[in-house]
């Protein structure tokens, strides 16, 4: 179904940018300075948003003429493209996603869309979900590898994943017993580790279980 996979839901806003001859530097040159010095880590505005896999943001200048026998076409216009895979069903899960941007992070939704034709600011929220939905485009492409897990369930997926991929590598050659013995410590131990913050690299911290790297 168009924007909806399961639980996923994928967004894709275009949203156009202001042409002023008199800004200096111009809007799109903004947008772009601003998007080099946001953090990609958990820091970032888009992982401060609860539900969010992924986000992606480009500044698109025109679209490409692949030569004949395609039209060779133009925007009006440069657009700022927001792509996010996130966690809402339907249309009131898309408001309370969009809420929760403004809601969390709308200090810096302002600093990018402020430079957007007809953007209201992200404090008057019913006027916000507006205009994003205005700008919203139907997609049936997704970027996140699942479809009915929420974001706190793929993390402990790829959570679970890497720290049995480490006890795998640190108990090679041992006893069946002594294996057995350290697993269970290790399933204890690794149901009690808290979830890593959205944003943040899948590391897991070493359990010790009596390993050859203890």
Not at 46 to 74: K, N
Request: hydrophobic content about 40%; some cysteine; proline content about 6%.
């Amino acid at each position: 179904m168009a924007n909806q996979n399961g639980t996923m839901y994928g967004l894709t806003i275009l949203s156009p940018i202001i042409d002023d001859d008199k800004a200096v530097p111009s809007h799109d040159l903004q947008i772009r300075a601003y998007l080099a010095s946001l953090p990609t880590d958990r820091q970032s505005p888009f992982a401060q948003a609860p539900g969010t896999h992924l986000a992606r943001l480009v500044v698109m200048d025109d679209v490409i003429y692949v030569g004949m026998p395609s039209c060779e076409e133009h925007l009006k216009s440069k657009y700022l493209v927001f792509e996010s895979n996130i966690d809402a069903t339907g249309e009131s899960g898309l408001d309370r996603y969009l809420t929760g941007l403004a809601q969390h992070s709308g200090t810096h939704i302002d600093a990018i869309w402020s430079h957007c034709v007809g953007y209201p600011g992200a404090s008057e929220i019913p006027a916000f979900l507006r205009y994003m939905k205005a700008c919203q485009l139907t997609t049936t492409f997704y970027f996140a590898a699942v479809n009915n897990k929420n974001l706190q369930q793929t993390q402990r997926a790829l959570q679970t994943q890497r720290a049995v991929a480490d006890f795998i590598a640190s108990h090679q050659g041992l006893a069946a017993a002594q294996t057995q013995a350290a697993f269970n410590q290790f399933l204890q131990q690794l149901d009690a580790m808290p979830l890593p913050p959205a944003g943040e690299p899948h590391v897991v911290r070493a359990i010790k279980t009596g390993g050859k790297n203890e």
